[in-house]
């Protein structure tokens, strides 16, 4: 798929309520000035996140000879001849350990050179606040993912699950994101996950400015840091709507004002 049919897939996506048309982003103040002062987004490698399960899943390599040589000979990048492959093939089958090497390698490779930025689809999530902006002193950002198709190109659900998921590099290929990038374990379900790929691409990439619309201040912001947020956005020309959380009186809950 090129990118503009990614794209266009996106927009009808959007319009057919298959995906969000607003993303949210819970950050620091100190994140939020960096996002701010050179409007970039962290897609990060999988081996910095804070989760060492998440996207770490240990792959099956219980194949046998033939499918060992199958691979091989879908894969022949170097045009061995076949008596070269089945060398080949024989050789790994009959090293311990070959095989595992050989495919973890690979699998790690894919995997790390993978960028994540995740979000997630709604603003006033108690633990997030929590979590992710420094107890209530941080910010929420919200995103309309329409003004920045190419960005946000394609916006994934996480799923979790309470099996620690399978993955065997011959035969589950086609399942490589869906199985290692976008399932979690189900402790982390609170945070209705987004993520945004980039295959082979990983660290800081532009967003346009239109396309964050809203910041939202923790109810713990202090005013000193509200201005100096409102300031930086002003200086490099942000079109933003400021919101405020406060506590509900006697609920366990954010009024967003």
């Not at 049919?5 to 100190?30: D, M, S, V």
């Not at 996140?49 to 691979?71: A, H, K, M, R, S």
């Not at 201040?217 to 919101?243: S, V």
């Amino acid at each position: 798929m090129t990118n503009s049919e990614a794209t266009e897939y996106l927009r009808i996506g959007i319009a057919n309520k298959q995906y969000p048309t607003h993303l949210f982003q819970y950050r620091t103040i100190e994140i939020c000035k960096l996002i701010l002062e050179n409007n970039t987004m962290k897609f990060s490698s999988p081996k910095e996140f804070n989760d060492p399960f998440d996207c770490q899943i240990v792959p099956d390599t219980g194949n046998d000879f033939n499918e060992i040589l199958d691979f091989l000979k879908d894969n022949n990048f170097n045009r061995l001849t076949n008596f070269e492959i089945n060398n080949l093939a024989n050789s790994i089958i009959n090293t311990p350990g070959k095989w595992k090497n050989i495919t973890e390698q690979t699998f790690d490779k894919i995997i790390n050179a993978t960028g994540v930025c995740c979000f997630t689809k709604e603003e006033n999530n108690l633990l997030m606040w929590s979590h992710y902006t420094n107890s209530h002193k941080g910010v929420c950002l919200k995103f309309n993912v329409l003004k920045d198709l190419d960005f946000f190109v394609i916006p994934f659900p996480v799923k979790y699950s309470d099996q620690y998921p399978t993955y065997n590099h011959l035969k589950d290929r086609t399942t490589l994101v869906n199985d290692m990038v976008l399932t979690k374990s189900k402790i982390w379900e609170y945070e209705n996950e987004i993520r945004v790929i980039k295959l082979n691409k990983t660290g800081y990439i532009n967003f346009k400015k239109d396309a964050l619309e809203e910041i939202v201040f923790g109810c713990n912001t202090t005013d000193q840091e509200i201005n100096e947020i409102k300031n930086l956005a002003l200086k490099h020309d942000y079109n933003i709507i400021f919101k405020k959380a406060n506590k509900k009186q006697r609920q366990f809950g954010l009024e967003i004002i």
